[in-house]
């Protein structure tokens, strides 16, 4: 026994000496949900760490990429440019100039790992991070398996749907971040660890990408693979792809059908015109729910039909009708259902939604007001998009400069609405620019008044894409290409996993604000000079 413990802790202590320990602590404070902690994440490395050695140069070639301070500087001409210098928009500001400063900050600590450290130990330091990564997320399922006394929550309709398709929120990870964190994440470690032959960890990282059920994220990585398969020589490699893309199906038909369902019904808008006047669409008898009669309420205000509270009224009789059917019709054998509570049901978030959307839009409410609503193009992305496009095309200013930071589309332009869905913000300086209340805000709210199962990334304005053009113009979406993805491009030819990794990150920038999120970011950047570093190591 004695023998056994020394052996142990000498393998710890191995373990403790070939990993870099700091970065590794950074890693899982900086990619923590809550920004005081990933703020104390930054702290901690740079006093453990010391330098600000950045080396950045335009003639030569530079340490990293200057995006980020580019950004700094270009947030601050826009800033005098609008001249708008209320205190609550100066806290918006600052806000969003902070972002890129903090990111070309952690950006430079990875470098810094990885050049004094060496590949090895940040490598390790990875593993043992995805590993822990994907424990949390298992445990986050048996949590739910736990409390739905079910093996397959994705197949669960009980506690009002609180998860069966919206399982997959839950799944957080080590991050407790948004779910989507976790999916992207764990796709870039599919290939990082199938180029690094370890297939063990590749299928580790597939399956919780799996668990989080991110249907437009599946999509991407289904494409990233086949292009992985076609282009990569290894036979082991592409044997290894097709056991993923295997598994990949076999979760979705076997495992979480509701999802598929729903993601093929998502696309189906694309060819097919959908009536959304008011945002009525046919309702199922089985789906009547307190969603879907809050949604005909909203959508029957719209119109003058009836006073609020005689629909109130009804509406709350409808509810006591079919709670009562459900009491007669219940099996002994099942789960019991909770019964709609009305009262309490309009005081949670979408109740607050509803009232939200009164205020700023008055009694017009959305449904009927959203452009593009009742285009063949339906999808809340795509007409995103079109209104980021429409608004660019207003005049020369808007088209070059955008609406400047926090005015159009981004985390903090949202956060600083004051409705606590998107991180705290102080109620003394909430702010809200035209530009913004008139086209992104606009469309979220329309979908937030909409039943959960559509509240999904394929409906959400959040975009990287959005952001750039929107709030920065077309100079901004110039910085970025030049100063950001050329930096990696031009070295494309020297990328092993890089090549995958890359384009999939570039396409997953369509679905959230990830550079102002502080989270995947810092894994990508991780993976992409690392690799770089290897070749650099070679030529040395």
Not at 147 to 155: D, G, K, L, Q, S
Not at 205 to 210: E, G, N, R, S, Y
Not at 327 to 353: A, Q, W
Not at 378 to 383: A, F, Q, R, T, W
Request: charge should be positive; charged fraction near 15%.
């Amino acid at each position: 026994m004695k023998f056994l413990l020394g052996r142990i802790e000498k393998r710890l202590i191995q373990l403790y000496l070939n990993t870099d320990m700091v970065f590794l602590l950074f890693l899982l404070l900086f990619l923590n949900i809550k920004l005081p902690i990933k703020m104390a994440a930054l702290v901690f490395i740079y006093l453990a760490r010391f330098n600000f050695k950045f080396r950045l140069h335009f003639k030569s070639e530079s340490r990293l990429p200057l995006f980020y301070l580019l950004m700094v500087v270009w947030c601050c001409i826009e800033f005098f440019i609008n001249g708008n210098f209320a205190s609550n928009y100066i806290l918006v500001f600052c806000s969003c100039a902070s972002v890129w400063a903090i990111c070309l900050l952690a950006m430079h600590q990875v470098k810094l790992a990885i050049e004094k450290n060496g590949v090895e130990k940040v490598e390790r330091s990875l593993r043992i991070f995805f590993v822990a990564n994907a424990l949390a997320s298992v445990l986050n399922v048996l949590m739910i398996c736990f409390e739905t006394n079910n093996i397959n929550p994705y197949t669960y309709e009980d506690l009002s749907y609180k998860y069966f398709t919206s399982t997959g929120d839950y799944v957080r990870g080590i991050t407790f971040d948004v779910c989507t964190t976790n999916m992207i994440i764990n796709a870039m470690g599919i290939f990082y660890f199938l180029q690094q032959k370890r297939n063990i960890f590749s299928v580790m990282c597939l399956c919780v990408a799996l668990l989080t059920t991110s249907n437009l994220g599946n999509l991407i990585l289904i494409a990233l693979i086949t292009f992985a398969f076609f282009t990569h020589k290894n036979k082991v490699y592409k044997s290894m792809l097709l056991c993923c893309i295997s598994i990949l199906v076999l979760f979705m038909v076997k495992i979480s059908p509701a999802n598929l369902e729903y993601f093929i019904g998502s696309f189906k808008k694309i060819n097919k015109h959908q009536e959304t006047t008011a945002g009525i669409v046919s309702i199922k008898p089985k789906d009547l729910n307190a969603d879907s009669l809050i949604r005909i309420y909203v959508a029957l205000k719209n119109f003058r039909q009836n006073p609020p509270d005689t629909l109130t009224k009804k509406i709350s009789e409808e509810i006591s009708s079919i709670n009562e059917i459900r009491r007669k019709i219940r099996s002994k054998k099942e789960v019991l259902k909770p019964d709609i509570d009305f009262d309490n049901y309009t005081k949670n978030m979408h109740g607050m939604m509803i009232g939200y959307s009164r205020t700023v839009y008055g009694d017009s409410v959305i449904a009927s007001v959203v452009p593009f609503m009742n285009s063949p193009k339906s999808l809340g992305k795509l007409v995103s998009m079109f209104q980021t496009g429409a608004f660019l095309k207003q005049d020369v200013k808007h088209f070059l400069l955008g609406a400047g930071p926090g005015n159009f589309s981004s985390k903090f332009t949202f956060r600083a609405l004051g409705l606590n869905t998107d991180g705290q913000w102080p109620q003394k300086y909430t702010y809200m620019s035209e530009d913004f209340k008139n086209n992104h805000l606009k469309l979220w709210l329309y979908y937030q008044l909409q039943p959960p199962a559509t509240h999904s990334t394929l409906n959400s304005p959040n975009s990287v894409a959005n952001q750039l053009t929107g709030e920065y113009g077309l100079i901004g979406l110039l910085l970025f290409l030049i100063f950001y993805v050329w930096y990696f491009f031009k070295q494309y030819k020297f990328l092993s996993y890089g090549r995958i990794i890359f384009p999939l990150m570039m396409a997953f920038l369509f679905t959230d604000y990830w550079f102002e999120n502080l989270s995947v970011m810092i894994i990508f950047e991780t993976l992409i000079l690392l690799d770089l570093h290897k070749k650099e190591a070679k030529t040395a």
